[in-house]
């Protein structure tokens, strides 16, 4: 899961995170059948803001298509437009070995964030979801500190796609995050998706909890 983190000194930065969640949604949907994974993202920065990052998770999707794991791999730029503003620019492929269907395609994505309080992610392919037809994600976010462990998290989804391959949809989430810890944090969130993604994604969206655990590197 990419995003914004901008660099803060003039030499080159190593981070990362690690995660264990009770399910993996994407986009709405579990990837996991509703499932435990475990995840892994590694990035590596320079000072001009470009940077390369991987990311990985198991998957199992339904029907079974092979996919055991997924990979994805970033290129980008990220870095602030003002004290208040900050961009990400990156490129993104999604991965997935051994699949016995040809599931892999690229997305290029844009991500806006204002004082780490909000932000506005798009992301377009011309092959979405591996489709051959293009889709378009646009979603917006906030977050809000309760205290200075907790904060509250909402987002609200729409995905373009292109109806000759798989309609619209909408989804949506609410999160409470907890920061117990430096650098460990555990959230709960609730998924929630409209009817539309169920059609698309049956036994894999609609509403749903997952609760994660993640530390940082």
């Given at each position: 899961m990419i995003f914004l983190s901008c660099p803060t000194s003039a030499a080159a930065q190593f981070s990362g995170t690690v995660t264990l969640t009770t399910d993996y949604v994407w986009r709405g949907s579990s990837q996991?059948?509703?499932?435990?994974?475990?995840?892994?993202?590694?990035?590596?920065?320079?000072?001009?803001?470009?940077y390369a990052s991987v990311w990985g998770s198991n998957v199992k999707f339904r029907p079974d298509n092979g996919a055991a794991s997924?990979?994805?791999?970033?290129?980008?730029?990220?870095?602030?437009?003002?004290d208040d503003w900050a961009l990400d620019l990156y490129g993104l492929r999604y991965q997935?070995?051994?699949?016995?269907?040809?599931?892999?395609?690229?997305?290029?994505?844009?991500?806006?964030?204002?004082?780490?309080r909000a932000w506005l992610s798009v992301g377009h392919s011309s092959n979405a979801m591996a489709s051959g037809g293009h889709g378009t994600y646009v979603l917006l976010g906030a977050r809000h500190p309760l205290n200075e462990q907790w904060r509250a998290e909402v987002t609200l989804a729409r995905y373009l796609l292109d109806r000759a391959h798989a309609p619209s949809y909408t989804h949506g989430s609410v999160g409470v995050v907890w920061a117990f810890k430096a650098p460990f944090e555990a959230r709960l969130t609730v998924h929630a998706t409209d009817a539309a993604a169920r059609r698309l994604f049956p036994g894999m969206?609609?509403?749903?909890?997952?609760?994660?655990l993640q530390g940082a590197f």
């Open positions: 996991t059948r509703q499932s435990p994974a475990a995840q892994v993202g590694v990035k590596y920065a320079l000072p001009s803001g470009l997924e990979f994805d791999l970033a290129l980008g730029w990220a870095g602030k437009l003002s997935y070995p051994r699949a016995n269907a040809a599931l892999n395609w690229n997305e290029v994505n844009l991500a806006l964030s204002w004082r780490d969206a609609g509403t749903r909890a997952e609760l994660a």
